[in-house]
């Protein structure tokens, strides 16, 4: 019994020591500064927690938002096909169907005529791309009157634009032209061009066509201006993956407006003073920080990081050039603002020649330091805070 009371005793006063030792032996300052780094850890927890629950939250619904919306778009994309702008070009048999083309296609423009050869059509062509009425998407049906040469057909294909989507439909009486293989052909050497094979597609439907089995009666009509209807939707839905990934890329990138520190002690020591100017500001920060650390996380976060970044470490974090060098190169075209605490770093930084980085460098001296020649004292916090409010919100108002 009497061993535990004396172990007690000892305990107790080896406590008393280390207190009576801390108060008297560790700075005031560090002791001031401990409690101030805790108070803003809270305080950047307390914004993290708003950050995730309202900004995130608010982009991860607009994120969702535009999905569904590019879904609708593919669901109605039939709807859309058939309320293209389209120009329709062609001879007698696509004279027939101009009825059934318009009732498809309300906004289309025809110019169809009995007996038109290829020279003749080449001439309405550019006619109508010289008046400005060309539209995007151009139907031809030309051939069943002959053939053309001297490089007519290629003149077709140059006198469109290039974005400019070419449908051209075959004929059905090619043992007399021969022009189908050659229409194939011609679609080999522009990407613009898509072959409708209405020979092919009409071929044993006997209903489709009067006895010369070229001209159309309404049944024909009807089965000629849904084939021109399902090329149009093929190649609407291939292209809409192309669109829909552009679109999701560029809200994105859009999402990706905005602010978002990486930073330590230094950071964290001066955010109660800059808080309030940046609600809606991202933040990495770690006491801990140091230069793998802050690499892997910019790598890993990857198009996710904001657009405009803040770095923010005191010498504990160990970042080398060559690491701040990593980070920047990871970051891409993003606006990048580097707190500098000496000229060297600043030198250095520089050195690197990147437009879309800018130092912000804090002139110190001795004084400016706590007791561990470490931390800033609140002078330097402050001259810190309005260095970064002075750059790094005006470039993005």
């Not at 998407?137 to 051939?143: E, H, P, Q, R």
């Not at 002959?146 to 075959?170: A, H, I, P, R």
């Not at 059905?172 to 022009?179: G, L, S």
């Not at 405009?308 to 160990?318: H, I, M, P, R």
Request: hydrophobic share 35%.
């Amino acid at each position: 019994m009497k061993k535990v009371v004396i172990l007690s005793i000892v305990l107790v006063l080896s406590i008393v020591l280390v207190y009576v030792g801390y108060c008297f032996l560790y700075p005031k300052d560090l002791k001031e500064l401990n409690t101030h780094l805790e108070e803003n850890n809270k305080l950047i927890k307390d914004h993290q927690d708003i950050y995730n629950n309202i900004y995130l939250a608010k982009e991860k619904k607009e994120y969702d938002q535009k999905v569904e919306e590019l879904n609708n778009k593919e669901n109605n994309l039939g709807d859309t096909v058939k309320n293209l702008e389209i120009t329709f070009v062609g001879d007698s048999v696509m004279l027939g169907a101009v009825r059934e083309i318009g009732k498809t296609f309300p906004n289309s423009y025809s110019d169809a005529l009995t007996s038109r050869s290829l020279y003749n059509g080449l001439s309405i062509v550019q006619e109508l791309k010289a008046g400005g009425n060309l539209a995007k998407y151009v139907v031809i049906n030309l051939g069943a009157n002959g053939d053309c040469y001297n490089g007519c057909k290629e003149k077709f294909m140059e006198s469109m634009d290039k974005d400019t989507q070419v449908f051209w439909l075959t004929v059905t009486d090619d043992y007399k032209v021969n022009i189908n293989g050659k229409l194939k052909s011609l679609a080999e050497e522009y990407d613009n061009l898509h072959i409708i094979d209405w020979e092919t597609l009409s071929l044993g439907h006997e209903d489709y066509f009067y006895a010369d089995g070229i001209h159309l009666p309404y049944t024909g009509q009807v089965a000629y201006t849904e084939v021109i209807y399902n090329a149009l939707l093929d190649y609407y839905k291939s292209e809409f993956g192309k669109i829909r990934e552009q679109e999701l890329n560029e809200f994105v990138l859009s999402q990706r407006n905005g602010l978002e520190v990486y930073g330590n002690d230094l950071f964290i020591n001066v955010f109660d003073l800059i808080k309030d100017d940046y609600p809606d500001m991202k933040i990495t920060s770690d006491s801990k920080y140091k230069a793998k650390d802050v690499i892997n996380d910019v790598k890993n976060n990857g198009d996710k990081v904001k657009s405009n970044v803040l770095l923010a470490f005191d010498s504990s974090s160990n970042l080398k050039i060559q690491d701040y060098q990593s980070i920047i190169d990871s970051l891409g075209d993003r606006k990048i603002y580097i707190v500098s605490l000496n000229s060297d770093l600043t030198k250095d930084i520089n050195g690197l020649g990147k437009d879309n980085v800018k130092v912000l460098e804090l002139a110190l001296d001795e004084k400016s330091y706590l007791s561990d020649k470490k931390h800033l004292g609140s002078d330097a916090n402050k001259e810190l805070a309005k260095l970064i409010k002075d750059n790094f919100k005006i470039e993005n108002k």
